[in-house]
């Protein structure tokens, strides 16, 4: 071989190498099913599965899109364990602990379609690992027995979901190893013992290939959460953001007191389970909407709930109605129904010219303002759909409630403040940076990222397996 052609073949392999290597690898999160097509009628069915189941300064990956019709939770990158090991998590607001699927499980799943590895927690590979009995001060949070024998049976869960699917377990302690803040767009390591639930039994959409994933990582405001652990072993502060970016994908999740941008706040209802707000008005360009009076007066358990790990943005039917109205009074298009659920029109024209942004007005005098393109999204190019949904969602003694999520959070900087029980929001850019304060009162600068679909150990994988083929090609010439 002259070595004209030697140098070309040279040339082109590194032009694979340089385009893997510039790649990228593992960042912050990312949506459950990003970049996948899906049919309109998993929308609701992913919202609804969520729905039966909705029961230091830190950086934590992030990423996806937000989009509606990408469907799915949001999902981080964790380490347990001494050596750490990388488990993928999803991220929920509506939940109150950490688990993991672990060794030996004979009914955990062991693929998925996200294009991440699995891994199976491994207490014997972990020299930090600590059984948790029944007698802990942490299972009395949970409550699971009535009876205990202390230093025998061990703190156990059962979780059975509205639509079957259940994970089964045994708490244990272990290190969780997260990205500290230690200067401007700089982390380090940061270890610290928690307790989570080593799941031995997974069933339902839990194992279903398409979405599986490690296990959840809830962040309610509970005292079993990982944030209200942190906190506890003077680490953290309970306060958190998360900016989800359904322009570029990824977005920012960090764990701290948020200097920059200034988010206005507004009170949490207390003694909930899920983040309440009260609701006051809504307005469409202006035009006022009548409010069910449960929602605007929070009677009963009722009122407005705010949750990232859902899609859409459901309110009552008459409220629904209304503002279906309301938004095509200025632009009439004839609507249809898709798949009994989603009202669409036929459209050519630029959306956010044509129709009217929504202002949902919240108590202390906070507002959320929703753009077509927040609320519209496209079928396909002609053809555009709405996101609100009539979600006939009512609480036991009957009161409406409002459920807003990605639709409304999306293109957001949202903090949640559980020392001070309020959370707020502001427009912000989420492919750009925050700032948040550390314990000494200096503040320091988190970028956005995106934590891909393809692992880094695949495309390190390809890495090597490119440059066998090169060394051999050059040896098989030479040598």
């Keep these: 071989m002259d070595l004209s052609l030697t140098l070309r073949i040279l040339g082109t392999v590194l032009m694979v190498l340089i385009q893997y290597a510039s790649g990228n690898y593992v960042f912050n999160v990312t949506h459950k099913f990003a ?55 999803q991220v929920d607001t509506g939940s109150d602990i950490l688990w993991v699927n672990c060794a030996p499980c004979s009914k955990c799943p062991v693929k998925t379609d ?27 949070f949970i409550s699971q027995s009535d009876t205990c024998e202390p230093n025998t049976k061990p703190c156990s869960y059962h979780v059975v979901y509205g639509d079957g699917s259940t994970s089964d377990g045994d708490f244990v302690k272990d290190n969780i190893t997260l990205d500290q803040i230690t200067g401007n767009l700089r982390t ?72 920059s941008p200034v988010v206005k706040t507004t009170p949490l209802v207390p003694n909930q389970v899920h983040y309440n707000v009260i609701l006051k008005a809504i307005d469409v360009d202006g035009e006022p909407l009548d409010l069910p009076p449960s929602i605007a007066s929070f009677g009963g358990n009722g009122g407005t709930i705010i949750d990232s790990g859902t899609t859409l ?23 249809h129904m898709v798949q009994e659920t989603f009202a669409c029109f036929s459209f050519t024209s630029n959306t956010d010219k044509a129709f009217p942004v929504v202002n949902l007005h919240f108590e202390d005098s906070l507002k959320m303002s929703v753009y077509p393109h927040d609320y519209l999204f496209s079928l396909r190019e002609d053809m555009y759909c709405f996101g609100w949904q009539s979600g006939g969602m009512t609480t036991q003694d009957g009161s409406d409630v409002i459920l807003l999520g990605d639709l409304v959070l999306s293109n957001k900087l949202v903090v949640y403040d559980l020392d001070n029980e ?13 700032k948040v304060k550390d314990g000494s009162g200096a503040a320091y600068s988190v970028e956005a990222d995106n934590l891909i679909a393809s692992s880094s150990s695949v495309i390190n994988g390809k890495l090597a397996t490119l440059l066998s083929i090169l060394i051999w090609v050059f040896l098989s010439q030479f040598c």
């Design 114 to 140: 996200l294009g991440i590895p699995l891994r199976l927690y491994d207490s014997k590979a972990s020299s930090t690992w600590k059984k948790v009995g029944c007698e802990d001060n942490f299972c009395a």
């Design 188 to 259: 380090a390591p940061l270890s610290q013992e928690v307790i989570f639930g080593c799941g031995s039994n997974q069933s339902g959409q839990l194992g279903q290939t398409d979405s599986a994933l490690d296990g959840i990582m809830g962040f309610g405001q509970a005292n079993t959460s990982v944030i209200s652990q942190l906190a506890a072993g003077g680490n953290v502060k309970r306060v958190f953001s998360h900016c989800l970016d359904n322009v570029n994908g990824g977005g920012i999740f960090a764990v701290g007191e948020v200097l």
């Design 422 to 434: 309020v959370i707020g929001w502001v427009d912000h850019n989420c492919s750009s940076n925050i």
């Design 313 to 335: 943005a459901y309110l009552p039917q008459d409220l629904y109605n209304s503002l279906i109205k309301q938004i095509t009074a200025r632009t009439p298009v004839k609507l």
């Design 35 to 89: 970049g996948k097509d899906k049919q309109l009628s998993e929308l609701k069915s992913h919202d609804s599965f969520r729905h039966a189941r909705m029961l230091a300064n830190i950086d934590l990956p992030l990423g996806g899109d937000s989009r509606a019709d990408s469907i799915g939770l949001y999902f981080t990158k964790i380490k347990l364990g001494s050596p750490p090991k990388d488990y993928h998590v």
